[in-house]
């Protein structure tokens, strides 16, 4: 936003594609990506090549093609979810998208970072972190979060994890 704010709309893992604008024609320049997780296994291409193939259709065409319509179904729903559902739900629904782009069951993120993705302060994070740790879904350590019983932070969760896994498990490779 123009004050400086941020809000997380799209998490991208190894299955998806930043830079999409390049893949529709144009350039958007109030959007910002940001590693969240760092990592090896990310691969770049030249905006030239990838229009490129991008007019020639090839296998890349198709997969960034249903690529898109999974993400347009996690924004959408980002949107809906953002507006709707409860901070504790949302943020299980944060941790297990998480989990599932990085492969493991611990990463590193901060609490000043999840509360900006999730458009609430710090201190409310502090609150809904310690009540999952409490309930031994997760342990939150100086910035390191383990997730320790993935079927009950699922059912912590709100519906949104599971129909926008379901739109990548149906769309993407």
């Known amino acids: 936003m123009l004050d400086g704010r941020v809000v997380e709309v799209g998490t991208i893992g190894n299955e998806g594609v930043v830079g999409m604008s390049a893949y529709f024609g144009s350039h958007l320049d109030d959007l910002e990506t940001v590693v969240q997780v760092a990592g090896s296994g990310a691969t770049t291409m030249r905006v030239g090549t990838f229009v490129a193939e991008r007019e020639r259709r090839s296998a890349l065409y198709h997969i960034v093609r249903r690529y898109s319509q999974a993400l347009l179904g996690l924004v959408t729903r980002s949107a809906a979810c953002n507006a709707l559902h409860e901070v504790e739900a949302r943020c299980a629904r944060w941790l297990l998208t998480t989990q599932d782009r990085v492969g493991g069951d611990t990463f590193v993120l901060t609490q000043e970072y999840l509360a900006s993705m999730l458009g609430v302060r710090r201190s409310t994070v502090t609150l809904v972190a310690r009540g999952l740790e409490e309930q031994g ?12 019983q993935r079927q009950a932070l699922e059912a912590a969760a709100c519906e949104c994890y599971g129909v926008v896994r379901g739109y990548f498990d149906r769309l993407t490779p």
Request: proline letters at 0%; a positive charge; aromatic letters at 8%.
């Open 137 to 148: 879904l997760i342990r939150y350590s100086r910035g390191r979060i383990q997730v320790l």
